[in-house]
């Protein structure tokens, strides 16, 4: 054996532990410091914004029949719920980085033993807890307008129809059930599900492109855009394809995008189950398991990209 | 330079693996968007005409994945345009908003009812325009409405709304009785279709010229059924077909019974239409002032 590679026997601090290649320890001590960072960052503040926003269209008096009224408060609340939760992860994520940068956090995480993986695994982690808490309390600010308007329209729906003596039990019932069909389901907590992943996956993509960006304001600008795009591409593709003619050049082009840029539409089935549409859970799970895949490879190629980054 | 070097090639790997993984999942996604289509979970892209006429908000709205907000929004434009009765633009904020929702049911009878009954009850009574304008536009609001309900049915083949409400314009509006037991016929089976609808197909066929026996067969066949289906509109509707049919005496049926229960309650003798109650004595008097 070399006797420079020898360990010596006897050391003042004792043999140094093995640094395992993988801690979920460390994960979730980052995750949790950026859960810190986030809240400490006065996020949670927007969550003022989408009550105000929840109560103002609870309390529209709308010219709509009760369960049309409902539906139009689902829709405009779950619009923004959507809305708040992806911005919410494309600018949360975009800060992160290069706050740990100007604070200096990051140099001494990393002089730590801490494998660069954990270290964006971590941030990715942290801002997910964040979004998911986000998207819970809105979804509960939201139940509580949804149950309060049903249980008043199912009430003032009953008494009308038993007042004017001309309807019969089932006829109540059916229209109390055309009521509760718009109204509070369980289904609709599969809606915020879809929300989630769609962030999840916004979030992500954000981390890799934060990875070698120059700057917060350039990594929101450029994620927004591209949220934009593979939003619109499934719909814009057939509207260039129609206008060009199919041209060669404008097929080669949607593909291009299509390849490079996630279908963020496909996130869009929250909007069927918001309308009411029976839930097909294979369907959802698939959606999860495309959702991991996203994470896992916009985790890998930041990863490549801020391996060998120095500081 | 060196730096330069360096970043490229990590870049293109990083290019190459984000259009490899891109080449994987993009068949995978086709799938799902057609299985999440399938189950009404997911809208397929707008028509080409809908982005043609989108102002510009409304288009970023919808490409920016806010399509339901953008389509709530639309309501609430239209119903402004409902209290200013400009039903043109109207007409135009339904062309999108049912494009944005085709399966939104409550979109389809709101427009088809919004042009096939109210901007029609309009015309009818607009005293700015001359005789003749204002029936040319009855007829384009009526047919528009038509055309409505006949793209409402296309986008949602099971709706019985869509329907009921077409069947209200060809009755109230345009009394095409033929087209009224067409439309109602066609509503019969279908989920969430009412009762009625299989009298009033029979009812409706009954004044359709030339299809009085056929009409009287159906009819007979509803009063067959029992004393459910026995009610007073179609017995006068199967006696009126006897008289016309010279149906002989011994196969006619009989009148409908007087003593029959009625389904609704007999409304008081002193409460007038409008729920508006005249006192006919003293708890009369307190149920008013209380």
Not at chain 1, 69 to 89: Q, R
Not at chain 1, 251 to 262: D, G, T
Not at chain 2, 67 to 87: M, P
Request: charged letters at 20%; one cysteine or more; hydrophobic letters at 45%.
């Amino acid at each position: 054996m070399n006797a420079e590679t020898t360990v010596p026997k006897s050391s003042p601090r004792g043999a140094a532990r093995p640094v395992p290649l993988f801690s979920p320890g460390r994960v979730a001590t980052i995750a949790s410091g950026t859960v810190t960072q986030l809240v400490r960052m006065k996020t949670f503040y927007f969550l003022l914004a989408f009550a105000l926003v929840v109560v103002a269209v609870g309390n529209f008096n709308l010219p709509a029949t009760p369960a049309k009224e409902l539906s139009m408060i689902k829709k405009v609340s779950f619009g923004t719920m959507d809305l708040f939760a992806w911005l919410f992860a494309i600018v949360a994520t975009a800060l992160l980085l290069p706050r740990d940068q100007e604070d200096r956090t990051l140099y001494t995480i990393l002089s730590k033993p801490v494998r660069r993986i954990e270290y964006l695994l971590g941030k990715l982690c942290g801002v997910l807890v964040v979004v998911g808490i986000s998207l819970v309390i809105m979804y509960g600010i939201c139940a509580v307008m949804i149950g309060a308007r049903e249980s008043l329209f199912v009430s003032a729906e009953i008494e009308a129809m038993t007042s004017s003596g001309r309807y019969s039990p089932e006829e109540i019932e059916e229209q109390v059930g055309l009521i509760r069909q718009q109204g509070l389901r369980p289904e609709l907590g599969i809606a915020v599900g879809a929300s989630f992943l769609k962030a999840a996956v916004v979030a992500g993509m954000t981390i890799f492109l934060s990875t070698f960006a120059s700057s917060s304001l350039f990594t929101i600008i450029v994620s927004i855009l591209l949220f934009l795009i593979g939003h619109a591409h499934t719909m814009a593709s057939s509207f260039w394809l129609h206008s060009s003619d199919n041209s060669m050049i404008v097929q080669m082009l949607v593909k291009v995008v299509k390849i490079l840029i996630p279908d963020f539409q496909l996130y869009s089935f929250s909007e069927g189950i918001v309308q009411g549409e029976a839930v097909v859970y294979a369907l959802v799970g698939q959606m999860g398991l495309v959702t991991l895949g996203y994470l896992v490879v916009f985790l890998l190629l930041s990863l490549l990209v801020f391996v060998d980054k120095e500081f | 330079m060196k730096p330069f070097f360096q970043k490229v090639p990590r870049l293109v790997v990083v290019l190459v693996l984000l259009a490899l993984f891109g080449l994987v999942r993009s068949p995978l996604e086709d799938g799902l968007r057609t299985r999440l289509v399938e189950a009404n979970l997911l809208t397929p892209p707008p028509a080409q005409g809908a982005f043609e006429q989108m102002g510009q908000s409304a288009l970023m709205g919808t490409l920016g994945g806010l399509r339901s907000l953008v389509a709530t929004f639309l309501t609430l434009e239209a119903f402004e345009h409902f209290s200013t009765k400009s039903w043109d633009d109207l007409r135009q904020s339904y062309q999108i908003i049912t494009a944005l929702e085709p399966r939104d049911e409550t979109h389809w009878v709101s427009v088809i009812w919004h042009l096939g009954i109210n901007a029609t009850a309009n015309m009818e009574v607009e005293g700015r325009l001359p005789a003749f304008e204002r029936e040319r536009r009855f007829k384009e609001y009526a047919f528009q409405a038509i055309d409505f309900a006949e793209r409402g049915i296309e986008q949602i083949p099971e709706s019985s709304a869509i329907r009921i409400q077409l069947a209200e314009i060809y009755r109230e509006k345009l009394k095409d009785d033929c087209a009224v037991a067409r439309v109602y016929g066609d509503t019969i089976g279908l989920p969430d279709a009412p009762g009625y609808v299989r009298r009033f197909h029979g009812y409706f066929m009954a004044r359709c010229p030339g299809r009085e026996k056929e009409a009287y067969a159906y009819l007979m066949a509803l009063y067959q059924e029992g004393e459910q289906q026995r009610l007073p509109t179609l017995i006068k509707e199967i006696q009126n077909l006897e008289e016309k049919l010279g149906i002989p005496g011994p196969r006619r049926i009989p009148d409908a019974d007087p003593d029959r229960p009625q389904k609704t309650p007999r409304r008081p003798p002193n409460l007038l239409p409008g729920d508006i109650l005249v006192p006919f004595s003293v708890q009369d008097l307190r149920k008013i002032r209380g």
